[in-house]
T-cell receptor, first 118, second 114 residues
Framework: AQKITQTQPGMFVQEKEAVTLDCTYD???????LFWYKQPSSGEMIFLIY??????QNATEGRYSLNFQKARKSANLVISASQLGDSAMYFC???????????????FGQGTTLQVKP | EPEVTQTPSHQVTQMGQEVILRCVPI?????FYWYRQILGQKVEFLVS????????KSEIFDDQFSVERPDGSNFTLKIRSTKLEDSAMYFC????????????FGPGTRLLVL
């Protein structure tokens, strides 16, 4: 069965520094997708970045990058130059690959709360 | 930029009452989902919907829950007889297809059952 593990319940980072949020996953699929979402205190889920299992390059979106290590089944989110507005809960999620039985649902990890200190 | 919308943003109801949560997915999307997040916990999948029928549902999605796409734009989640433990944030999401790079979430409906 699919599983997403985020082992850091809470993290602190100094403003302007980089921070890595850990995510490991377990799946028997060869094809799958990995996502990171940000959830600020207001509650909405904001899509940050996506990595496909067959993508050779690590995904990047502005200050966000995904450190994808397929053999280790890890998909860590790196936020560079942290800003106060980055303080939020961050969720890693996985979607199964395109088998006919797969419906595209996302499986989420427990989340990591990031606090950016001024 | 197109977005998923949800109404109401907050709902307070008495235990045993029926509630209907509404969502308008992005217009060209074909796959629709409901997720639930109990306060402080992870986001959990409830149900996926495609071609006017449920394609998958989780163990949480019991007989008290139903979904419907009544008019080609709205996508609703009905809880027939709410329980205290149904108190949670409910998210609607949509995607172009089931392997799409992005699944877009609505802002959520915060449901409180008293």
């Amino acid at each position: 069965a699919q599983k997403i593990t985020q082992t850091q319940p809470g993290m602190f980072v100094q403003e302007k520094e980089a921070v890595t949020l850990d995510c490991t996953y377990d799946t028997s699929d060869q094809s799958y997708g990995l996502f990171w979402y940000k959830q600020p205190s207001s509650g909405e889920m904001i899509f940050l970045i996506y990595q496909g299992s067959y993508d050779e390059q690590n995904a990047t979106e502005g200050r966000y990058s995904l450190n994808f290590q397929k053999a280790r089944k890890s998909a860590n989110l790196v936020i560079s130059a942290s800003q106060l507005g980055d303080s939020a809960m961050y969720f890693c999620a996985m979607r199964e690959g395109p088998r006919s039985s797969n419906t595209g649902k996302l499986i989420f990890g427990q989340g990591t709360t990031l606090q950016v200190k001024p | 930029e197109p977005e998923v919308t949800q109404t109401p943003s907050h709902q307070v109801t008495q235990m045993g009452q029926e509630v209907i949560l509404r969502c308008v997915p992005i217009s060209n999307h074909l796959y629709f989902y409901w997720y639930r997040q109990i306060l402080g916990q992870k986001v959990e999948f409830l149900v996926s919907f495609y071609n006017n029928e449920i394609s998958e549902k989780s163990e949480i999605f019991d007989d008290q829950f139903s979904v419907e796409r009544p008019d080609g734009s709205n996508f609703t989640l009905k809880i027939r007889s709410t329980k205290l433990e149904d108190s949670a944030m409910y998210f609607c999401a949509s995607s172009e297809d089931r392997t799409s790079a992005t699944q877009y979430f609505g802002p959520g409906t915060r449901l409180l059952v008293l």
